[in-house]
Nanobody, 123 residues
Framework: QVQLAESGGGLVQTGGSLRLSCEAS????????MAWFRQAPGKEREFVAA????????VYANSVKGRFTISRDNARNTGILQMNNLESADTAVYYC????????????????WGQGTPVTVSS
């Protein structure tokens, strides 16, 4: 059983940066693919980025490519989403998710979810 807890959300101006963290508890976190999703008010939850357990592969949504960077520190059971050059369209609740020994961009594939951290980008 893996438990995830996000932190680092907040209010930022357009063009600013935020760093989201996802702390994981439970065994063998290094065996899990970790991903970030987001859900804006009135919209479906969407994929943002994912990193495989061996950090051998990262994938980004086109909307964040070149602005966001996903990383992980397996020794600290922590995942990071560095978000730069934020836009108003990035406003959403951001969720950390994990699935063991599998890689996907679909939310339905992920077994474990955090509670989410809100990000608001003001113009």
């Amino acid at each position: 059983q893996v438990q995830l807890a996000e932190s680092g959300g907040g209010l930022v101006q357009t063009g600013g940066s935020l760093r989201l963290s996802c702390e994981a508890s439970g065994p063998a976190f290094s065996a899990y693919t970790m991903a970030w999703f987001r859900q804006a008010p009135g919209k479906e939850r969407e994929f943002v980025a994912a990193v495989t357990w061996g950090v051998s592969r990262t994938v980004y949504a086109n909307s964040v490519k070149g602005r966001f960077t996903i990383s992980r520190d397996n020794a600290r059971n922590t995942g990071i989403l560095q978000m730069n050059n934020l836009e108003s369209a990035d406003t959403a609740v951001y969720y950390c998710a994990a699935v063991r020994n599998y890689f996907a961009t679909e939310s339905g594939a992920y077994t474990y979810w955090g509670q989410g951290t809100p990000v608001t980008v003001s113009s």
